[in-house]
């Protein structure tokens, strides 16, 4: 058995840290191919995630785990899931009103004002956009697609259990965030964000990887986002 396939048989023994403020990226300098295969991937899981406003316990598992080398962060996903919805759609569609899919918020500077949203679903088709706090509160967003990240490498595997994910966001397209404040991590660097799953079937459940206590914004409770630190 491979060490890859024990950290993660591990990971899902371990309880769930959906409640923890800190989820932490791994560094690694193991080379990352983006196919949706995680049979050679090194870093733990978390979760599994919860419904998004209550912490309640879902239908269906998913799992994150985030790690990052000096030029990338790189986020995978595992995905259960008995009746996939959805279909290759062309590049930011908004997959996220029909489609079985993952989704990823990062705010590197952690004030809530500049923020990107990345979704990939089931059959590998993907958006990103940037969201820019247009009041005091967040209580209202101005979204743009026409924002791309140059290189994102995304890639989605249906699998017997269901679907897994795989997302690669170079460091570098980051910069272009108009008052992002961006600056390329090192160890101890904190980001805020959170991780989500939206999944359709004959329930629609919003999950995260941790919950919120609002719910008045869905998924968008920047005052609530968790804190992703960079680690060893």
């Known amino acids: 058995m491979k060490i890859s396939k024990i950290i993660v048989i591990i990971s899902l023994m371990c309880p769930t840290i959906n409640h923890s403020q800190s989820i932490p990226v791994y560094k690694t300098n193991e080379i990352i191919s983006i196919d949706g295969d995680l049979s050679d991937w090194k870093t733990p899981f978390l979760g599994p995630f919860v419904i998004h406003n209550s912490g309640e316990k879902a239908t269906q598992n998913t ?3 985030l ?3 000096d030029e990338s962060l790189y986020i995978a996903y595992r995905s259960t899931d008995s ?3 959805g ?3 062309k590049k930011d569609s908004p997959v996220f009103s029909t489609d079985d899919l993952v989704e990823i918020f990062i705010d590197p500077d952690g004030d809530g004002q500049n923020y990107v949203e990345i979704g990939v679903n089931a059959f590998s088709s993907n958006y990103d956009m940037l969201l820019k706090c247009i009041s005091p509160v967040c209580g209202g967003w101005s979204t743009t697609t026409a924002f ?3 290189g994102l490498e995304t890639q989605s595997k249906i699998t017997a259990e269901g679907f897994n994910t795989e997302i690669k966001i170079p460091f570098s397209s980051l910069k272009n965030i108009k008052n992002g404040n961006f600056s390329k991590p090192k160890i101890g660097t904190k980001w805020k964000g959170n991780a989500f799953r939206i999944d359709f079937g004959n329930i629609t459940e ?3 990887l941790k919950p919120y206590k609002s719910s008045k914004h869905g998924f968008h409770q920047t005052e609530e986002f968790a804190v992703f630190e960079f680690v060893e």
């Open 67 to 69: 790690s990052w080398n």
């Open 148 to 150: 791309d990240i140059a």
């Open 63 to 65: 799992y994150v785990s």
């Open 83 to 85: 009746n996939i919805i």
């Open 87 to 89: 279909k290759p759609q």
């Open 206 to 208: 919003y999950i995260a």
